[in-house]
């Protein structure tokens, strides 16, 4: 019983050193109070292909995804606040619907740098996909589709809701926006994000 004991004690003691370091207005901030709907604590990487932080963030977000917590879900959602972003979001549900995502995700990062411009046209973003094996006039033609247009228009709502006006930017449950802008460590990112599930999960008693 004392070991039960001063283990929960030793536990107690980490998460209020851990709620000193990481503070809500300074490494993150409340931007919701909804309950969550799902079992499972989504972590939502906002991002864009074009966007050289993202490219550099993705080494960290690989390395945390392979130790994420047991509780923690991985989405990605493309920003669409600037035209250019808006047509790597059509490339991205494009790919989505044609069931290439698996496989252009990673490597579209790659091909978004060696572009070093911004993009115009759907076309040049097909042009990239093209290079991965991708049939272009069937990403041109799903980029255009009603079914893309609609989550484009998902994620524009989205956006402000969650208050999201950079890439990259991640988002813990639906509640918490991890302020990137305060840390100088990308790997700090990742230690509030675990440092929110945690929370998340002890609110939600799992």
Request: charge should be positive.
């Amino acid at each position: 019983m004392r070991l039960i004991f001063l283990v929960l004690t030793l536990i107690a003691i980490s998460l209020s050193a851990q709620a000193q370091v990481y503070k809500e207005g300074v490494h993150y901030e409340r931007i919701s109070a909804a309950p969550a709907t799902t079992d499972r604590i989504e972590v939502l990487e906002v991002f864009n292909y074009g966007c050289p932080h993202c490219t550099s963030m993705q080494p960290y977000l690989n390395a945390w995804q392979k130790d994420r917590p047991e509780l923690a879900e991985l989405k990605h959602m493309p920003a669409t606040f600037r035209p250019d972003f808006e047509l790597y979001a059509r490339g991205y549900f494009a790919a989505d619907s044609l069931g290439v995502l698996k496989q252009t995700h990673a490597a579209m990062f790659e091909q978004a740098s060696a572009h070093r411009s911004m993009v115009r046209n759907i076309n040049e973003v097909a042009d990239m996909y093209a290079a991965l094996g991708v049939d272009r006039d069937k990403l041109i033609a799903a980029s255009k589709s009603f079914a893309v247009d609609m989550r484009v228009r998902e994620v524009n709502k989205k956006l402000p809701l969650m208050k999201v006006s950079r890439t990259p930017s991640f988002v813990v449950a639906g509640k918490y926006r991890v302020r990137n802008e305060a840390m100088r460590d990308p790997a700090e990112v990742f230690a509030v994000v675990d440092f929110l599930v945690a929370k998340e999960a002890a609110e939600r008693g799992i």
